[in-house]
Nanobody
Framework: QVQLVESGGGLVQPGGSLRLSCAASGSIFSISVMRWYRQAAGKAREWVALITSSGTTNYADSVKDRFTISRDNAKNTMYLQMNSLKPEDTAVYYC??????????WGQGTQVTVSS
């Protein structure tokens, strides 16, 4: 079992920045890939970024060059640094962990609202 808890969401003006955190606990040794997803009201959940256990990263085109995913293995925490935020980035942001031989786990989500 893996437990994930997101934090760091909030209200920010267009052009501003936020840093989301995803703290993992439980069978964290089995986590191979961690991802951020987001879901805007009335829309399907969409993938945002991923980071592997070796540090390889990848991003959706809509956030490339604005968002940065990272992980601190010592703190068992993944981050999403979001810069140059746009109103269309407004969504509930979820973290997901893929644990080899264990399963896929989701956090409860954190709301990000970009508005003036």
């Amino acid at each position: 079992q893996v437990q994930l808890v997101e934090s760091g969401g909030g209200l920010v003006q267009p052009g501003g920045s936020l840093r989301l955190s995803c703290a993992a606990s439980g069978s964290i040794f089995s986590i191979s890939v961690m991802r951020w997803y987001r879901q805007a009201a009335g829309k399907a959940r969409e993938w945002v970024a991923l980071i592997t256990s070796s540090g390889t990263t990848n991003y959706a085109d809509s956030v490339k060059d604005r968002f940065t995913i990272s992980r601190d293995n010592a703190k068992n925490t993944m981050y999403l640094q979001m810069n140059s935020l746009k109103p269309e980035d407004t969504a509930v942001y979820y973290c997901r962990a893929d644990a080899s031989g264990v399963g896929t786990y989701w956090g409860q989500g954190t709301q990000v609202t970009v508005s003036s």
